[in-house]
C-alpha cells in the first residue's frame, strides 16, 4: 500500500512545487496516511485546506484503502 500511497503523491506534487510546497510521506499505518508538508505549505494558512480537499481526495481516490490523511 505504501507503493501506492507514493505513486499517488508523486502525481500531486508537481503543482505543490509549482506554489513552492512539497509533501512528503511519513509513514502509512491501518489506512492512515501521515504526510508531512515543506515550503511554502508549511506555513500556509490553507494547508488544512490542502491536506483535506486536495491530498485526501486524491489519494482515497487512487487508493481506495486510505482512511484519512493527517499532517505532522
Do not use: F
Request: charged share 25%.
Amino acid at each position: 500500500m505504501r507503493e501506492k500511497v507514493e505513486a499517488a503523491l508523486n502525481k500531486i506534487r508537481p503543482a505543490l512545487v509549482a506554489d513552492g510546497g512539497n509533501v512528503e510521506l511519513v509513514d502509512v499505518n491501518d489506512g492512515v496516511v501521515t504526510v508531512k508538508l515543506s515550503g511554502a505549505c508549511a506555513g500556509c494558512p490553507m494547508s488544512t485546506l490542502t491536506l483535506k480537499m486536495g491530498i485526501e481526495r486524491i489519494l482515497k481516490q487512487e487508493v481506495p484503502e486510505v482512511k484519512e490523511v493527517v499532517a505532522t
